[in-house]
């Protein structure tokens, strides 16, 4: 089993930045790609951006330049940070973690973390 929690969500003000944190435990030698998804209310969730335990990199096309996912393996943390905050960002962030060998392969288990909340005012 593997345990995500998220942190560092809150309220910003339209242009400004946050990051966030995903900190794994638990079996993450398991685990090789982890991705973090957001979600508004009443729509599907979304894919945002992801990284492979060796620092592949995959990215939603339309954030692509505003937000950037990387990770430190010692401490079993993967960060997004978002820069240039619209109010379309505001959601539910959520991380993924996966157990894919690569971004085109299957998956025989995936955990989520419970959502952080990001809110941008204008």
């Known amino acids: 089993q593997v345990q995500l929690v998220e942190s560092g969500g809150g309220l910003v003000q339209a242009g400004g930045s946050l990051r966030l944190s995903c900190t794994a435990s638990?079996?993450?030698?398991?685990?090789?790609?982890v991705s973090w998804f957001r979600q508004t209310l009443g729509k599907q969730r979304e894919f945002i951006a992801g990284i492979t335990s060796d620092g592949i990199t995959n990215y939603r096309n339309s954030l692509m330049g505003r937000f950037l996912v990387s990770r430190d393996n010692a401490k079993s943390t993967v960060y997004l940070q978002m820069n240039s905050l619209i109010p379309e960002d505001t959601a539910v962030y959520y991380c993924?973690?996966?157990?894919?060998?690569?971004?085109?392969?299957?998956?025989?288990?995936?955990?989520w973390g419970q959502g952080t909340q990001v809110t941008v005012s204008s």
């Open positions: 638990g079996s993450i030698s398991s685990i090789n790609i």
């Open positions: 993924n973690a996966d157990d894919r060998s690569n971004w085109l392969a299957p998956s025989t288990r995936e955990y």
